[in-house]
């Protein structure tokens, strides 16, 4: 087994993609943290101090059996919550007041993660759904089976923080169903589709809601990019001899840094639209589970490297940068969360681009409504076959 472990490092020490992560991947977030470094010295940025979590108002059609209060607790939903970031963003979110609906591929992890969660909190208040970012009928499945549970539960029919956490560095090429790259699928795509389709229920929140969405570091490495539908889809990259596994992780966290601009933009046109704010937050070098498709020589030397230069957190330090922005003052909004301590830092420079968010909105918005138009005709097509 060592000997093959070896064998598949090797192979991958030989990639493009290995030396693009050796030598690009440190650089940008050493300067990310050399822009905290500046803030400090030359000028002063808002620091956000976290605020208290509240329970919704009072209405006839909510329960009153999730706190001592007789008030619901606001609904967070955390995906890629079975590990890592999200299962300890989920533990935190939990003892600030949260009602935490916990998201994830496996329902074996995610029950664990809840059965952990409550030796540890006793008074969390807990849901789990099996769901699968990269396909476009889990992701819909998902949203009708959650609508049903916040009908049969008696409680508001919203949510109030959406939280897209989940993610996969995959270093060998492959489709999703609706014939995405994998990669794109799950780290972009899915969560551009989770979104819009919960965006009905964030509005319906009687409180402000929030979107917070998960970036990199890795992100300030793209200097060029054209948000095409093969490029966003990741179908041009299956064609490659070469499975360029890091720059395409680079492309997605790029493009969902460009969608929460453009959704920050979009939301707050109106007075009306203010009600949701949208938040980006790149947690840094965590020792998550992100790596688990890399050899595993390679992610535990990498992870050696950066715990010696200092720059490698755990989960429990990792998710101070997603509190600062899930417990921020009601109406901050389009920020870059990273540090901790309620510290933000400007992204790169190619991330603010409005005519290239706008493309990125333009394409992704299409692929969301092929999607959903080839879901509503296999649901049409059941159920001609069961007439």
Known sequence: MALKELMEAMRFICTVSFWRMVFLWTFPLIISYIKLLNQSIFYK???YNRCPVLPLPPTTSVSTSYNTSGKQLP???????????????????????????????????????????????KEAHLEAFQVDLSSFSSIMIFKN??????????????????????????????????????????NYIGAFSLTELLLPLLKESPVPSRIINLTSFTHRNVTSFRPGK?????????????????????????????????????????????QISVMAVDPGAVKTNIMEEVPFFISQAAFFALRF???????????????????????????????????????SALSYNI?????????????????????NNRIDDRSEKVD
Not at 230 to 250: D, M, R
Not at 257 to 270: G, K
Not at 355 to 375: A, M, P, V
């Open 355 to 375: 005519k290239l968010s706008r493309e990125l909105w333009n394409t992704s918005s299409d692929i969301f409504n092929e999607s959903l138009l080839s879901y």
């Open 145 to 186: 089976t959650l609508e049903k549970w916040l009908l049969n539960s008696n409680m508001h029919p919203s949510v109030q923080l959406l939280i897209n956490n989940a993610g996969i560095l995959a270093t060998t090429s492959g489709l999703t169903f609706e014939g995405h790259d994998r990669m794109m699928g799950t």
């Open 309 to 347: 230069l200092g720059l490698l957190q755990s989960p429990e330090d990792g998710i101070s940068s997603i509190l600062d922005a899930a417990l921020a003052p009601s109406g901050t909004s389009g920020l870059y969360f990273f540090g901790g301590n309620g510290r933000t830092v400007d992204s």
């Open 45 to 47: 940025k808002p620091i």
């Open 75 to 121: 609904i967070c939903i955390i995906t890629g919550a079975t590990s890592g970031l999200g299962a300890a963003t989920a533990l935190a979110l939990s003892k600030e007041g949260f009602f935490v609906v916990l998201v994830g591929r496996s329902s074996e992890k995610l029950f664990k993660v809840i059965s952990d969660i409550r030796k540890q909190n």
């Open 230 to 274: 093969e490029i966003i889809s990741g179908t041009c990259f299956s064609k490659l001899n070469h499975y360029p596994c890091a720059q395409i992780y680079e492309y997605s966290k790029l493009c969902i840094l460009l969608f929460s601009y453009e959704l920050h933009r979009q939301r707050h046109l109106t007075e009306e639209s203010k």
